[in-house]
């Protein structure tokens, strides 16, 4: 794989913003947007287990996915405040994903604001994302293609991304928004991934604040260097084709993944798998 730094500022206008990078959809790392923030002083694991130690909270591991798991469906429950424990005492692939807790503890909303940054943010309360030390999201892309702000805090994180002109390389599974979750993106095979050699990507490192953005459509890998946790907001897609796409996968694709699920079971994914091999191939 080629992976490109993505360039870093400390601030930027809205003007500069839209114009040099949602235009054209070039991911960007602003690395003081949340500085007057009360979250940028406030949020760490330690207050997290303060305010929202009692929440029951779902968590997801990297297990494969398996056609007995529904949609987004987790493999463990946990206290936050064990949870939280457990993170800061030893590596775990334990992670929280897609996890609305603003909703649970509503005193979280005064730690943020809205940035007004050239993006017509959609103001739903954000999710948040939490991981212990070498901890992996595999390789996906957003089912709804949303714009991304992405920021992180406690800790840093290691980002690889891959715009969707790179998807023929990266050994995407039919029916779904990931790659084969057995490539290791950190160190690829690529006898076994040969695509791979020819993907062009971008990487970074958030540290605690910073924000990425990672433009609609984009693939995206992350790896908690070391515990913690970010969070995103999310802007529609302003291609049309995009936005088309965004329709399909939410109300067309997911439901027939899950029907194909329950009518063929572990065949379906083990097809599915085979193909991403064999489509993939064909590209070279």
């Keep these: 794989m080629h992976l490109t730094e993505i360039e870093r500022v400390k601030t930027i206008s809205k003007e500069d913003f839209y114009k040099n990078y949602v235009k054209n959809q070039k991911p960007l790392v602003v690395e003081q947007l949340t500085r007057d923030w009360p979250a940028f002083e406030k949020w760490n694991l330690n207050y997290i287990k303060h305010i929202a130690g009692e929440k029951t909270v779902p968590l997801y591991d990297d297990r494969p996915v398996s056609y007995k798991d529904g949609f987004n469906e987790a493999h463990k429950h946990m206290k936050m405040a064990d949870y939280i424990d457990l993170l800061q005492k030893e590596p775990t692939n334990?992670?929280?994903?897609?996890?609305?807790?603003?909703?649970?503890?509503?005193?979280?909303?005064?730690?943020?604001?809205?940035?007004?940054?050239?993006?017509?943010?959609?103001?739903?309360?954000?999710?948040?994302?939490?991981?212990?030390?070498?901890?992996?999201?595999?390789?996906h892309f957003d089912i709804d293609y949303s714009n991304i702000l992405h920021f992180h805090f406690h800790g840093k994180k290691r980002c690889i991304?891959?715009?969707?002109?790179?998807?023929?390389?990266?050994?995407?599974?039919?029916?779904?928004?990931?790659?084969?979750?057995?490539?290791?993106?950190?160190?690829?095979?690529?006898?076994?991934?040969?695509?791979?050699?020819?993907?062009?990507?971008?990487?970074?490192?958030?540290?605690?604040?910073?924000?990425?953005?990672?433009?609609?459509?984009?693939w995206h890998y992350m790896k908690y260097v070391s515990p913690g946790f970010s969070m995103s907001l999310r802007a529609l897609p302003q291609k049309?084709?995009?936005?088309?796409?965004?329709?399909?996968?939410?109300?067309?694709?997911?439901?027939?993944?899950?029907?194909?699920?329950?009518?063929?079971?572990?065949?379906?994914?083990?097809y599915k798998n085979k193909k991403a091999i064999t489509k993939t191939h064909r590209n070279l």
């Design 94 to 139: 334990y992670r929280i994903f897609l996890y609305n807790l603003i909703q649970e503890v509503p005193q979280l909303k005064q730690d943020f604001k809205w940035p007004i940054i050239g993006l017509r943010l959609i103001k739903q309360l954000p999710m948040l994302f939490f991981g212990g030390e070498n901890s992996k999201v595999f390789m």
């Design 161 to 218: 991304l891959f715009a969707p002109d790179q998807t023929p390389f990266l050994y995407k599974v039919p029916h779904s928004l990931i790659s084969r979750e057995d490539i290791d993106f950190d160190q690829p095979d690529f006898e076994k991934w040969p695509a791979l050699k020819k993907a062009q990507g971008f990487v970074c490192e958030l540290n605690h604040g910073e924000m990425l953005y990672m433009p609609e459509g984009y």
């Design 240 to 270: 049309f084709t995009h936005l088309a796409k965004a329709v399909y996968n939410i109300f067309i694709m997911r439901h027939f993944d899950v029907l194909m699920r329950k009518l063929r079971g572990q065949k379906w994914l083990d």
